[in-house]
């Protein structure tokens, strides 16, 4: 397994920008897939973007195709999620995850990963 620790979480104003740094312990960062969710209070946990171990591949949920991008740098051990266009309803605990598998990031139905981080808060105020 990897460890998870996330940073770069804020207060910003609607409309600003926010990069979110996840940093991974462990030899074997590159043999994973990593991903974004977010759980906003009284919410469902929801899955936002992943990134396959190369950086070749990508997907996003459709609420924040555009606005958000997922990369990761493999010699820093870290995935980011740099966030354009900041609504007030992207505020949320977000959470990264790992799993030597990117298909497990995809669904349908719950998504098991292999490791998660403790997450950090997003606040967008209007």
């Known amino acids: 397994q990897v460890q998870l620790v996330e940073s770069g979480g804020g207060v910003v104003q609607a409309g600003g920008s926010l990069r979110l740094s996840c940093a991974a312990s462990?030899?074997?960062?590159?043999?994973?897939?990593m991903g974004w969710f977010r759980q906003a209070p009284g919410k469902e946990r929801e899955f936002l973007a992943a990134?396959?171990?190369?950086?070749?591949?990508?997907y996003y949920a459709d609420s924040v195709k555009g606005r958000f991008t997922i990369s990761r740098d493999n010699a820093k051990n870290t995935v980011y999620l740099q966030m354009n266009s900041l609504k007030p309803e992207d505020t949320a605990i977000y959470y990264c995850?790992?799993?030597?598998?990117?298909?497990?990031?995809?669904?349908?139905?719950?998504?098991?990963?292999?490791?998660w981080g403790q997450g950090t808060q997003v606040t967008v105020s209007s």
């Open positions: 462990g030899r074997t960062f590159s043999s994973y897939s």
């Open positions: 990134v396959s171990w190369s950086g070749m591949s990508t």
């Open positions: 995850a790992a799993d030597p598998s990117f298909r497990n990031f995809l669904g349908p139905g719950e998504i098991v990963l292999e490791s």
